[in-house]
Structures are given as C-alpha cells and as structure tokens.
C-alpha cells in the first residue's frame, strides 16, 4: 500500500479529484439512476474483485494493477460523496429561506 501511494500519488490525487468534480455536478444533474438489477450486478462484481485482491488470488502485474485500480475507485467514489454532500450544503445555504 505505501509503495502504490509514493508512487502513484499522482493518480490518486487525480482520480480523488476528478470524484469531487463529478460529486459537485451530480447534485446539479439529475439522472434516472442505475436499475435496481444492475446495481446488484456491479455491487457482486465489486465485492468479487475486492475478495480477490484481499485473498491475492491474482499474482504479479495484474493483481499490482487490481490493488490500484480497486484504491483509486474508492477514493473516487468517497470523493464523489464528499463533492455531492460540499454542493448540497452550499446550495442549501444560499437558497432563501421560505
């Protein structure tokens, strides 16, 4: 973990950054959302991925790549939710009270 973050700290800056961004528009955008049944799919699939990097059950560069991949979508999906909540507090704050 301490080599992915010294050297990769680049990316992770970057994809925890580019989480916020998407976090502050999705207030704003107001979409459909995923269906209930491909929610359930990507959610197995998540948890298959993180109980294989847990288990080290991929070896060599591609398990190196499943740890960095699997750290930068959770620093982009905790981002996201801390832009989403930051634009809601904001938005909420200026709206005049009725």
Known sequence: ???LTTFY???LLASALLGFAMGWISVVQHGE???RKLRWVLSAVVA???AAALARVVP???GYWLDLGLIMFALYLCFCAVGSWLRDWVVSRSAPSA
């Open 33 to 35: 959302g995923v269906p």
């Open 9 to 11: 700290w680049g990316w």
């Open 60 to 62: 060599g560069r591609f």
């Open 1 to 3: 973990m301490g080599y």
């Open 48 to 50: 298959a991925l993180i």
